[in-house]
């Protein structure tokens, strides 16, 4: 193995990463990936113990891990490859129908899914290098997106379509939160709900999961944040809230405490009704003011109008935290978009497949552990060649991670030459620079021209029927 400049440095860091994935034995291609040490401990928290057979929850995942990461998405084309790996090992050959394996994901708990995201998300933000962190200090972002699911009577009784389109025209819609590791880009925690109705927003769901931050985090959002109540319910927790100023918040940088140009300390007060999502007690517990700084920063693109917006946050010390160091922090906030980005298209998670809200739930969570499992590799990839997780391109390690895995390379991973390869190969797609980036949303190529669904297709095929 050619080693270049890096010499036995590089080789050791290598042999170094090989061994941690020889600890988890050689069962199947993502073994070393979802180790079995991690599925058994999340099992045992959830309390469930399961009999030996073929499909164990350890091999079920893996199968589930490997259908979410193809192309194909299918539950034949994940069955097919666990048979083939079965008689390339000499073992018994499995059941090719997919029965077995549907029945083996629907029996996993829901708890065994969640734990899992928040241990593989974790455990790849924990080994961070300090280098990564800004200021010293772990940045998680949040943001929401929609997705889809099969148009089935319980995916519509439980995640309901938008209300403006006809029944029989629409698919059902969950709302998905997501908090993001800004060093490693990895998914921390994430929360599931109606796209509409009392309780479905982005904020409500993120306050669900606000009791897995950790005291002295800094979370990042956009606007739908800068709340009283988001600002208030952090600090309880110690942490520190960054976001853009809520349109419907005047700013008038001539009162308050003046810290710089374009830069106060104002008092937010805590309303005096108390919102029907928030229990008595933990009203009563909140402080009836809060000091908020606001800060207006410029935003120069070469081409385009000077823009400017307002950010709020609890980091109130002018000094430890400059205007400038604010900037480029709110501008990692889209970050964020692009994650969700890799989520919907580089993992096809923008349509889910499923055709039951618990499977559905299982589906999201699935993905977002394959997620963490390429980002944990992009991690290490840049850890080894002294990069940023976030200069390599997502899309690209998924690539080359599937095609190390169709020919059957991840199966020698524990070799420090394959494993070395993989990482660099994974580590020589870097993304360009991209600050304040802007594209048309409009696409060259047209579209088939495919007349739309105007009425339930039960009712449209029995008229092609009645015509003919």
Partial sequence: MSTGVRGKWFVERVQQAVEKLRESGDLLPFTELLPMESIQRVLAQVGRVFRDRIYTPTVTLWVFLSQVLSADHSCDDAVARLLAWRMARGEKPCSPETGSYCTARGQLPEGLFTGLVRETGRSAEEAASDDWRWQGRRVKIVDGTTLTMPDTEENQEAYPQSN????????????????????????????????????????????????????????????????????ALLSQRGVDLVTRLHQRRACDFRCGERLGPSDHLVVWRKPASRPDWLDEATYASLPDQLVIREVKIWVAVRGFRVQQYVIATSLTDAWCYSREALAELYRARWHAELDLRSLKSALQMGHLRCLSPQMIRKEIAMHLIAYNVLRRVMSEAARLHDLLPRELSFSAAKQTFAAFREQGLLRDIGNVEVYATLLTAIASHRVGQRPGRVEPRAVKRRPHPHRLLTKPRAEARNDLFAKA
């Fill in 164 to 231: 403006t389109q006809r029944p029989g025209l629409g698919f059902p819609i969950v709302r998905l939160v997501v908090i993001f590791s800004l060093a490693v880009g990895t998914v921390l925690e994430y929360a599931v709900g109606r796209y509409h109705g009392k309780f479905t927003g982005e904020n409500q769901l993120f306050r669900g999961v606000m009791g897995q931050l950790a005291e002295d985090d800094v979370v990042l959002g956009d606007r739908y944040y800068a709340s009283y109540w988001d600002f």
